[in-house]
């Protein structure tokens, strides 16, 4: 059965310090991948994801991930996070080959930001 | 303008009740979703909508009855709420219903039982 694991539950980091989450998903094919991010009392929010084609792929806010097929990781970077990055983030996965198969999430890893 | 709009946002109830969460989508999307938020934040789906048919139906108490009156709408009546029903509740909808297409969330239904 696929899964997909984040295997950070809380990470905190300074303000204006480099953020790297870590996702590896377990799947017979390279599946499709996202990331979303919840910010407190909101709902979820895509920020970037990956189909094919270039590894590293841009989102919003100035996030973006690298798929890296030989470790089967999709993880998150960001080069200077800001006080308003803190929220929970989760990591997707969704086979490639179409049909009702729902999007499966890891268990999310909780950011802090401190000044 | 709000995509994915679900009411009400937050709703206290007592075990043995039957309350209802309403969902719609103003995105023109042909599929949508009720996924469950537990304490932990683990995502979990509960069922999926296509054009007012039913195509996915997870592992959910049947006390859980979507209705899909149309398809940008997908209600969420819950019956004889238990203890163990607390959690957040998002409505989401995509375009279609392969499994590549993005999903956008709703913000969010805080259920508390008491």
């Known amino acids: 059965a696929q899964s997909v694991t984040q295997p950070d539950i809380h990470i905190t980091v300074s303000e204006g310090a480099s953020l790297e989450l870590r996702c590896n998903y377990s799947y017979g094919a390279t599946p499709y991948l996202f990331w979303y991010v919840q910010s407190p009392g909101q709902g979820l929010q895509l920020l970037l994801k990956y189909f094919s084609g270039d590894t590293l792929v841009q989102g919003i806010k100035g996030f973006e991930a690298e798929f890296k097929r030989s470790q089967s990781s999709f993880n998150l970077r960001k080069p200077s996070v800001h006080w308003s990055d803190a929220a929970e983030y989760f990591c997707a996965v969704a086979p490639p080959w179409g049909g009702n198969t729902p999007l499966v999430f890891g268990k999310g890893t909780r950011l802090s930001v401190i000044a | ?114």
């Not at chain 2, 938020?37 to 049947?62: A, H, R, W």
């Not at chain 2, 006390?63 to 009546?77: E, I, Q």
Request: proline share 4%.
């Open chain 2, 1 to 114: 303008d709000t995509a994915v709009s679900q009411t009400p946002k937050y709703l206290v109830t007592q075990m043995g009740n039957d309350k209802s969460i309403k969902c719609e989508q103003n995105l023109g999307h042909d599929t949508m979703y009720w996924y469950k938020q537990d304490s932990k934040k683990f995502l979990k789906i509960m069922f999926s909508y296509n054009n007012k048919e039913l195509i996915i139906n997870e592992t959910v108490p049947n006390r859980f009855s979507p209705k899909s009156p149309d398809k940008a709408h997908l209600n969420l009546h819950i019956n004889s709420l238990e203890l163990g029903d607390s959690a957040v509740y998002f409505c989401a909808s995509s375009l279609s219903q392969g499994s590549g297409n993005t999903i956008y969330f709703g913000e969010g239904s805080w259920l508390t039982v008491v």
